[in-house]
């Protein structure tokens, strides 16, 4: 007998993992996490690093294993140690700090793409601009970004802040800024909506919601067509990994957020034939392999990828880390 199979009727094959392609690592996490890596095998520990140098679990933990201490007020960094800047970046202040504590080195993991940000926000203020962030309250990111400038900055987290904020529609010189791990969708209805609200709204130049943030969504509305249920690996205070759960869930799938493969409930797979499997940009491929494992044993033994874009983005590593660098400071 011929099958047919109609165009949004999932195929009858086995039980099946559908790899979401991109998914994990970005350019950002890996550089900041080298960064980490690199000056322990150069220096030695213990090095310290401000705010977890990544959001996951596994990557920060594996990180204190090697000697990297994790401490949020660089006043607790001893004189003469190496401090390292999360990948989230840091407000002016932090920097002021650290530079008063008499240092032996400090390298900054932040994300080019963050620092981007950062550097349009303070010529924006530099002109004359009130600045509009659409970002996370608290998010270390949000807190970096926000803190390059010395006030006329607002931030706000949805559509209904728009209301609240204390700008008049006509000002002439008005602007706004976004975390880059934000929903993309999300994010472009608040932008149109500030658009209607202040007429001389400028808007960022380029995209502040980074092409990793934007792949892997793209990949994870992919996955929700084929997918009865789908698996988000990162760490609960990972910005974009919860974007990813949220997203497919308002797609109508079930989705689950876990740091490790020992969180699946087996009660999640019940007639799930085809389970689609991501992860955030701070996850690493290893707990993609564990969660592998375990989809195995619930009888998920076909592995299919949904491949939505190449990613070739790479950034380079601060001078002194690269290989074959001479160490220029040591203790
Ligand atoms: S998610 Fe985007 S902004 Fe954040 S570290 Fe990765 S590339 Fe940079």
């Not at 700008?167 to 932008?191: C, G, N, Y």
Request: proline share 4%; aromatic share 6%; with cysteine.
């Amino acid at each position: 007998m011929i099958q047919t199979i109609h165009q949004n009727v999932k195929p009858l094959s086995d039980k099946t993992i559908i790899l979401a392609n991109p998914r994990g690592f970005c350019a950002g996490v890996d550089r900041a996490i080298a960064i980490v890596r690199r000056a322990l095998d150069k220096y030695g520990a213990p090095i310290y690093v401000r705010h977890e140098v990544v959001h996951n679990k596994y990557v920060v933990d594996n990180l204190k294993k090697r000697g990297a201490i994790f401490i949020e007020d660089v006043n607790d960094v001893p004189e003469g140690s190496i401090l390292v800047y999360s990948a989230h970046g840091v407000p002016l202040s932090v920097r002021e700090t650290a530079e008063t504590r008499n240092l032996n080195l400090i390298f900054d993991a932040t994300c080019p793409l963050v620092s981007k940000v950062h550097v349009e926000i303070k010529s924006l203020h530099k002109k004359g601009y009130t600045i509009i962030m659409v970002g996370h309250k608290g998010h270390p990111e949000v807190e970096g970004t926000m803190g390059q400038v010395d006030g006329n900055i607002y931030l706000i987290e949805n559509i209904l802040d728009i209301e609240k904020l204390p700008i008049s529609p006509d000002i002439p010189k008005i602007a706004v800024v976004t975390q880059t791990t934000l929903s993309v969708d999300e994010t472009r209805e608040i932008l149109n909506k500030l658009q209607t609200s202040f007429s001389n709204l400028r808007l960022p130049k380029n995209e502040d919601i980074c092409y990793a943030t934007q792949n892997r969504q793209d990949a994870v509305k992919a996955l929700a067509k084929v997918c009865d249920a789908v698996l988000v690996i990162g760490s609960k205070n990972s910005s974009n990994s919860n974007r990813l759960k949220e997203l497919a869930e308002n797609l109508g799938v079930k989705s689950y957020l876990i740091d490790f493969a020992d969180e699946i409930h087996q009660e999640w797979l019940t007639n799930v034939k085809n389970v689609g499997l991501t992860a955030g940009a701070s996850a690493p491929e290893i707990l993609v392999e564990g969660v592998i494992n375990v989809l195995n044993k619930y009888g998920f033994n076909k592995i299919d990828t949904l491949n939505v874009v190449e990613e070739e983005m790479v950034f380079a590593l601060p001078h002194e880390l690269r290989e074959n660098t001479p160490v220029i400071a040591s203790r």
